[in-house]
T-cell receptor, first 116, second 113 residues
């Protein structure tokens, strides 16, 4: 079991609403990455945060945004929810390496978001 | 286009049989991880391979990284029902910077008792 925790575990929202998901990283890690995993698919990279700034981003629209706090915990915010945003949202923590890369990523249990 | 292709997508075998799962790409990876995921939970790291040609063993699981660091395989010997789950390979592309891990779609493995 990793030290990465996420809250809430499950969430139901309606189309057009906004949602905030939270992640606490493993002790000693300074980088947080967020992934979206649709049913039956592998996780897709949303973005990564290091030193409280976005350090890399996947192919997701601007309505997906995030924050990282001084204690390395992080939030994922999604505005104007769409039905296709229904997925398992995973947070992974790691240690930053040179050149923008990170060491092995350890995943939390995820937040299951359902958009109706 | 899927950067990492996993095969097979689904595999159902009897307890005691051997199996191999493949992860292939045209891209070079600086490292590659294998994860196992249970329904509704996050992926759990099994192994990280970083050197071309590297072989790592974890009890009945053997992981190999291709010489060119473009592919990897996971071999399970004498599979048991407890091995059932979704197996994911994920890699960090060379020169990808902070682009996160690239995942395959996964292999759904069912071991029948």
């Amino acid at each position: 079991e990793t030290g990465v925790t996420q809250s809430p575990t499950h969430l139901i929202k309606t189309r057009g609403q906004q949602v905030t998901l939270r992640c606490s990283s493993q002790s000693g890690h300074n980088t947080v990455s967020w992934y979206q995993q649709a049913l039956g698919q592998g996780p897709q990279f949303i973005f990564q945060y290091y030193r409280e700034e976005e350090n890399g981003r996947g192919n997701f629209p601007p309505r997906f945004s995030g924050l990282q706090f001084p204690n390395y915990s992080s939030e994922l915010n999604v505005n104007a929810l769409e039905l296709d945003d229904s997925a398992l949202y995973l947070c992974a923590s790691s240690l930053y390496l040179a050149g923008g890369r990170t060491d092995t990523q350890y995943f939390g249990p995820g937040t299951r978001l359902t958009v109706l | 286009t899927q950067l990492l292709e996993q095969s097979p997508q689904f595999l159902s075998i009897q307890e005691g049989e051997n199996l191999t799962v493949y992860c292939n790409s045209s891209s070079v990876f600086s490292s590659l991880q294998w994860y196992r995921q249970e329904p509704g939970e996050g992926p759990v790291l099994l192994v990280t391979v970083v050197t071309g040609g590297e072989v790592k063993k974890l009890k009945r699981l053997t992981f190999q990284f291709g010489d060119a660091r473009k592919d990897s395989s996971l071999h399970i010997t004498a599979a048991q029902p407890g091995d059932t789950g979704l197996y994911l390979c994920a890699g960090a592309v060379v020169g990808g910077g902070a682009d996160g891990l690239t995942f395959g779609k996964g292999t759904h493995l069912i071991i029948q008792p």
